[in-house]
């Protein structure tokens, strides 16, 4: 199934969308620097919202442990982007793609979504939305040169046919379904 034709990299070329689902990662890399993905993911979700091009974003990630928090860190970076709270939602269950983007229909009720992410991971998260009947676009954040990226790609290199093996032969679901959280804080 192609996904290309569904990932956007031009925000104006972007359809009016209700919900985008910020897949969540590091705020820092594991040095203590700046996570250059976070940062620039956050950048095309304020982007998106203040051009109107969606009303609500789904803040998905990790949060299995109380000093690790994806959404709360999305959130307090988009606030600083001037984004107001009322447009946001926590999925604190998005442990992996296929987690989230299933969250965002099975959880939060969305038929329709727009996922922010760098361009290397649209086409496996469009591809996952597909496959469960979610009509699913994706925006791609701008990413750094290619030598930085090299184990993020390499990385995505095996996730691919994972997902095609998750989805097709051993039909996996979300770990998480039926709650909005993983750890009440």
């Known amino acids: ?13 972007v359809p009016l969308t209700e919900t985008a689902l910020v897949l969540g990662t590091s705020k820092r890399f594991a040095n203590g620097e700046p996570n250059t993905y976070f940062e620039h ?15 609500h974003l789904l803040l998905s990630g990790d949060n299995r ?21 009322s447009a946001f939602s926590s999925d604190k269950a998005g442990l992996r793609t296929l987690d989230s983007v299933v969250r965002s229909n099975e ?17 496996r998260a469009v591809f996952i ?5 979610i009509n699913t676009y994706a925006y791609a954040a701008k990413s750094l040169p290619l ?3 090299a184990n993020l790609l390499f990385r995505e290199f095996l996730a691919r046919p994972m997902a095609v093996i998750d989805l097709y032969i051993l039909q996996k ?6 709650k909005e959280d993983l750890l009440e804080l």
């Open 41 to 55: 993911r956050m950048d095309a979700a304020a982007s998106l919202f203040k051009e109107g091009k969606i009303k």
């Open 1 to 13: 199934m192609s996904t290309s034709h569904r990932v956007y990299t031009e925000l104006e070329e």
């Open 147 to 149: 030598r930085a990226s």
């Open 107 to 123: 959880i939060f009720g969305s038929e329709e979504i727009l996922v922010v992410t760098q361009r290397f991971h649209t086409y």
């Open 173 to 178: 679901e979300p770990s998480e379904m039926g």
């Open 65 to 85: 442990t109380p000093y690790y928090n994806e959404p709360a860190d999305m959130q307090a970076a988009l606030e600083k982007r001037g984004i107001p709270v």
């Open 129 to 133: 939305g597909q496959h469960y009947g």
